[in-house]
């Protein structure tokens, strides 16, 4: 089953604890992106991959870090984290043939509700 | 820059009811337009697309049809149902980034 998951789904953690959330997808899929949901605001793009080592900044990347070692995974990195970044987390990936055109959507991960006190 | 502008929820209807969610948007270019659906406690579904002018997106009684003249792609359904209680979400996607740009969601709750 075509699919895109992410651990954990979800995370209560404390100011400054460092922590990854994880994201796979088994599409093959070059492009990979996270976003953070906010009430009132949809969802804002923070990090996005074009390809394996390829990574860029989205509309809200500050406190956050990523990697794309693998083709397949594309962890999203808080390394500080501070009550700001309380939200809900999503990771998307699509195939890069035809986004050039934004023909293609993007499948989205089930979500991570990440709460920081 | 580009932008999707969503009409304002919660929006709660009767069962069988006529259900229109307005979407209105700002580009450049030619972007594709989407409507996803997050049903609650889970992930983004894509529910229907559209990716030219004149296109008419459709899927499980919903249709949307992108209308250039009028930046719009209103979500329409002839008669809701309980199950289609869910946060709707407008996006478009744009060139740069290849990001999707949503609008803020609108809540539909629809009663027995």
């Known amino acids: 089953e075509a699919q895109v998951t992410q651990n954990p789904r979800y995370l209560i953690t404390v100011t400054g604890k460092k922590l990854t959330v994880t994201c796979s997808q088994n599409?093959?899929?070059?492009?990979m992106s996270w976003y953070r949901q906010d009430p009132g605001l949809g969802l804002r793009q923070i990090y996005y991959?074009?390809?394996?080592?390829?990574?860029d900044k989205g509309d809200v990347p500050e406190g956050y870090k990523v990697s794309r070692k693998e083709k397949r995974n594309f962890p999203l990195i808080l390394e500080s984290p501070s009550p700001n970044q309380t939200s809900l987390y999503f990771c998307?990936?699509?195939?890069?043939?035809?986004?050039?055109?934004?023909?293609?959507?993007?499948?989205f991960g089930p979500g991570t509700r990440l709460t920081v006190t | 820059g580009n932008s999707v502008t969503q009409m304002e929820g919660p929006v709660t209807l009767s069962e069988e009811a006529f259900l229109t969610i307005n979407c209105t948007y700002t580009?450049?270019?030619?972007?594709?337009l989407f409507w996803y659906v997050q049903y609650p406690g889970e992930g983004l579904q894509l529910l229907l697309k559209?990716?030219?002018?004149?296109d008419k997106g459709s899927n499980k009684g919903f249709e949307a049809t992108y209308r250039k003249e009028t930046t719009s792609f209103h979500l329409e359904k002839g008669s809701v149902q309980v199950s289609d209680s869910a946060v709707y979400f407008c996006?478009?996607?744009?060139?740069?980034?290849?990001?999707?740009?949503f609008g803020q969601g609108t809540e539909l709750s629809v009663k027995p």
């Open positions: 998307a990936s699509s195939s890069m043939s035809g986004l050039a055109g934004g023909r293609y959507e993007q499948y």
């Open positions: 599409m093959n899929h070059e492009y």
């Open positions: 991959s074009m390809n394996v080592e390829v990574t």
């Open positions: 580009a450049t270019g030619y972007p594709s």
């Open positions: 559209a990716t030219k002018a004149d």
């Open positions: 996006a478009l996607s744009d060139y740069e980034g290849g990001k999707l740009i």
